[in-house]
T-cell receptor, first 114, second 110 residues
Framework: SAVISQKPSRDICQRGTSLTIQCQVD?????MFWYRQQPGQSLTLIAT?????????ESGFVIDKFPISRPNLTFSTLTVSNMSPEDSSIYLC???????????FGPGTRLLVL | DAKTTQPPSMDCAEGRAANLPCNHS???????VYWYRQIHSQGPQYIIH???NNETNEMASLIITEDRKSSTLILPHATLRDTAVYYC???????????FGTGTRLQVFP
């Protein structure tokens, strides 16, 4: 398995500002993903973070709103830009280890936008 | 869209077996069935996965029907700490995406 850490674990932000969430894994991984979980809802995939290239976004999510970086095999960031109260959610990093099929999830970042 | 159907909620007495069903009638030959659970305020936890054979690990057993159109996750001796939302997910071997449905909220009571 993998140990995944996210920073910050939670934050309260003002509308119109941006927040960058970091995801760090203790081992090299082939795939990294970002999910959003709105209050009382299931998880929704935002994008696949690709090392050294632009992320692959799912329908309904765009790079201007959720820019993602992945400079190496163990680290990625997700920025939530120009936030509104509707962005209040838990944001989760997820990884797939090399040579394994299982996908693991980080503890999540709980974001509240006022 | 999610390819699975699960009951929204279930109850189970502590110490008894919890049997969580999942329907995946449109599953194709190269798609695996995965189970995750999410305990309140935590990230989803991997439980088990299978292709067509039944699987067992230290957490649970996965029973997949012969036609693969449904499966059951079995927690053999449920405890209060097993109270969580359980997600059944179908994933093909040509994609790395896990698409979550609405899951089953399992409540284990004393």
């Amino acid at each position: 398995s993998a140990v995944i850490s996210q920073k910050p674990s939670r934050d309260i932000c003002q509308r119109g500002t941006s927040l960058t969430i970091q995801c760090q894994v203790d081992s090299q991984v082939t795939m990294m993903f970002w999910y959003r979980q709105q209050p009382g809802q299931s998880l929704t995939l935002i994008a696949t973070a690709n090392q050294g290239s632009e992320a692959t976004y799912e329908s309904g999510f765009v790079i201007d709103k959720f820019p993602i970086s992945r400079p190496n095999l163990t680290f990625s960031t997700l920025t939530v830009s120009n936030m509104s109260p509707e962005d209040s959610s838990i944001y989760l990093c997820s990884v797939r280890l090399s040579r394994e099929e299982t996908q693991y999830f980080g503890p999540g970042t709980r974001l509240l936008v006022l | 869209d999610a390819k699975t159907t699960q009951p929204p909620s279930m109850d189970c007495a502590e110490g008894r077996a919890a049997n969580l069903p999942c329907n995946h009638s449109t599953i194709s030959g190269n798609e695996y069935v995965y189970w995750y659970r999410q305990i309140h305020s935590q990230g989803p936890q991997y439980i088990i996965h299978g292709l067509k054979n039944n699987e067992t690990n230290e957490m649970a057993s996965l029973i997949i029907t012969e036609d693969r159109k449904s499966s059951t996750l079995i927690l053999p001796h449920a405890t209060l700490r097993d109270t969580a939302v359980y997600y059944c997910i179908v994933r093909g071997d040509n994609t790395d995406k896990l698409i979550f449905g609405t899951g089953t909220r399992l409540q284990v009571f004393p």
